[in-house]
């Protein structure tokens, strides 16, 4: 079973999920620097986001007749739904408590489910969306800590790197189709433009 409901072969999902992250991640940037959002509801938003994402893998892993769930995954779950039903932050202090519980408990879940999805599509549809959380949590990180959020030409440049590295692999990857000899490849060239674009948001 597919981690995510389509027909789509999880490679392609992937890397069309990697270049819209690099969309979201760059429209996010754009709105905190011209003041069409605010951070506080941005967060909510995001926090809103992640937990239907959790909700689609919690679905799959208790059908999935693959492999046998622990308690304990549930349990980690569980746990991190919790944290993103806090209240709305409102303050830079009140962000940062729920920003650092967010952080432990998605680590925490990725350390119980490493072993049980250590090859399933489930636990690379896990780490993408967090991936994209996390990068989206260090903007919101940023904004909370600065008066002036600005889009600087590093960002901008490096944004630009990125989208042509994940442009090129999802090109790659829609012509491979659905054989999967290069699988691993694959993947870890998705791995190294989600590198691409931490290294842009550490230049915002």
């Known amino acids: 079973m597919k981690a995510t409901e389509t027909d789509k ?38 926090k809103n986001e992640f937990k239907e994402r959790l909700s689609v893998l919690k679905q799959h892993l ?14 980690k779950i569980d746990e991190l739904e919790l944290r993103l039903q806090l209240g709305k932050v409102s303050s830079k202090e009140t962000f940062n408590i729920q920003r650092e519980a967010l952080i ?42 600065i008066a002036k959020f600005e889009i600087k030409d590093a960002f901008r440049m490096r944004m ?7 442009e090129k692999l999802t090109e790659k990857v829609r012509k491979a189709g659905t054989r999967t000899q290069h699988h691993f490849d694959y993947k870890k060239e998705i791995s190294a433009a989600y590198k691409h674009l931490k290294s842009a948001v550490k230049n915002l």
């Open 9 to 46: 072969p999880l490679l392609v999902v992937l890397s069309d999920g990697t270049l819209k992250a690099q969309q979201e991640i760059d429209e996010l940037a754009l709105q905190l620097a011209l003041g069409k959002a605010e951070a506080k509801d941005k967060f909510e938003e995001l």
């Open 62 to 75: 208790n059908i999935s007749a693959e492999y046998s769930v622990p308690i304990a995954i549930n349990l």
């Open 104 to 145: 432990s408990a998605i680590i925490a879940f990725e350390m119980e489910i490493r072993e049980v999805l250590m090859h399933s599509d489930l636990s690379d549809y896990y780490h993408h969306e967090a991936e994209k959380f996390l990068l989206k949590l260090e903007i919101l990180r940023l904004k909370f800590g």
């Open 160 to 166: 630009n790197r990125a989208g042509k590295v994940i």
